[in-house]
């Protein structure tokens, strides 16, 4: 069989699934003239067949049975797209150790195995494609690949977080009505919630830091905050303030440890990744002997995805490199107490007299500067009255900065939970 003939087992019919079903369907006369590929669709694995589904396939075998595939002998080509740790794990070691080639979207799978799946990819020496799985910034694995000096990267990595906060920037929309709008334009994970705590971009981050700096960093590896508690009100100080509040993963090696974290931060307005909107992806590269570069994509979706495993296709077929690095280093990774930053600290404090003089106290206590403080004109008639407050400190550790919070909060004439952000003026 010619190495262009690929023979293909999808396992998983989701949106990511139907959405390459349908490419592969639709792209087959294109795949063949320009990359004189015949790409033949043989069987597709679900957990549970529906009758809706059964033309979706069609040729090709729809069963409940991994067998189907990966007992094929004739199956050259197995691609994972049902998430999840198990038994997707299992089948994609299943075709390797068959030498069947694996092209998976699993974000999750590689966040926590990814070092494994890798090493048992080159130990058979199949292609072991995941551009699906590192969000749509798939030309940065080219990048990554070809340096060897990545000291620091920051990006944004999820389309739906994006989308959220644009929207209540923009729009001045709600948390949940934004989120309402991206979960029906199909860039949500089937549960929301990975995406707006943060789990998705610590996902794609662990991938993607472990690439950059070529040593393993698992999901567990990464403080991860979401978006859940930022309010209008937040968006709205941090806008007079001159930021934009972005969901970031951010993370550098010194080449003795790496730091890696996933949070919603303030960034400066005229910040490049403050400038992404909508679903867009992006990530800023700092590389010692190239110089910093980035790029930028829409990010979710059903057609970036299933461009992403096409490209994946036509990769192998053209017998490029996985990018999976040959041996890795194994570098211990910061713990978040280890971390210093600047910080936006919101609380709802009565208006009276002595409340600044009592907060900074606190921050006095701790050692910690106080650049900024912002209050609204209109508490001049609200003498007695619960109103926000807005610090922005200068740089102090994650340690003592968490322990003023608490005193802070203990405080009588604070009332509820205060906000901390970080600031990020600048990645590196
Ligand atoms: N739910 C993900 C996002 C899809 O919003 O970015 C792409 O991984």
Request: aromatic letters at 6%; hydrophobic letters at 40%; one cysteine or more.
């Amino acid at each position: 069989m010619a190495k262009q003939d690929l023979i293909i087992g999808i396992f998983g019919l989701g949106t990511v699934g139907s959405g390459v079903v349908e490419l592969i369907q639709q792209q087959a006369n294109r795949l063949q003239s320009k990359y004189g590929l015949k790409v033949t669709l043989k069987a597709v694995v679900v957990r549970k067949i529906s009758p809706d589904r059964v033309s979706l396939t069609s040729p090709a075998v729809l069963s409940t049975d991994p067998a189907i595939i990966l007992e094929d002998k004739e199956i050259n080509t197995v691609i994972e797209v049902i998430g999840g740790i198990h038994p997707a794990k299992e089948y994609i070691l299943r075709a390797l150790q068959s030498h069947k080639n694996v092209i998976t979207a699993n974000k999750a799978l590689l966040a926590e195995c990814g070092v494994e799946l890798f090493e048992a990819a080159l130990r058979h020496k199949c292609y072991f494609g995941f551009r699906a799985a590192v969000t749509g910034l798939q030309d940065m694995l080219e990048r990554f690949y070809s340096s060897i000096s990545i000291t620091n990267i920051a990006g944004v990595f999820n389309g739906t977080c994006n989308y959220i906060l644009t929207d209540m920037e923009e729009k001045g929309e709600e948390f949940s009505e934004a989120l309402k709008k991206a979960q029906a334009a199909g860039y949500a994970e089937q549960d929301p919630t990975l995406d707006i705590n943060g789990q998705d971009t610590a996902d794609k981050l662990a991938i993607i830091s472990t690439l950059a700096f070529n040593s393993p960093v698992q999901r567990k590896d990464i403080y991860t905050e979401g978006i859940e508690r930022i309010s209008l009100d937040d968006i709205r100080f941090a806008r007079e303030l001159g930021y934009k509040i972005k969901l970031l993963g951010i993370a550098g090696c010194d080449g003795k440890e790496i730091e890696a974290k996933v949070y919603p931060c303030l960034i400066p307005a005229d910040n490049i990744l403050a400038s992404l909107k909508g679903v867009e992806n992006g990530i800023q590269i700092d590389d010692e002997l190239r110089g910093p570069g980035g790029f930028k994509a829409p990010g979710a979706g059903k057609y970036p995805t299933g461009n992403a495993v096409l490209f994946d296709i036509i990769n192998l077929s053209n017998d490029n490199p996985t990018y999976i690095p040959k041996e890795f280093v194994y570098l211990p990774v910061k713990k978040i107490e280890q971390m210093k930053n600047q910080y936006y600290l919101r609380v709802a404090a009565v208006n009276q007299p002595g409340v600044l003089a009592r907060i900074a106290g606190v921050f006095q206590l701790h050692d910690i500067n106080i650049l900024s403080v912002l209050q609204e004109r209109d508490n001049k008639d609200k003498r007695g009255e619960v109103v926000p407050l807005v610090i922005i400190t200068d740089t102090a550790g994650e340690k003592s900065m968490q322990k003023a919070v608490a005193d802070i909060e203990s405080l009588a004439i604070i009332k509820g939970q205060a906000t901390l952000l970080r600031v990020e003026e600048r990645f590196w």
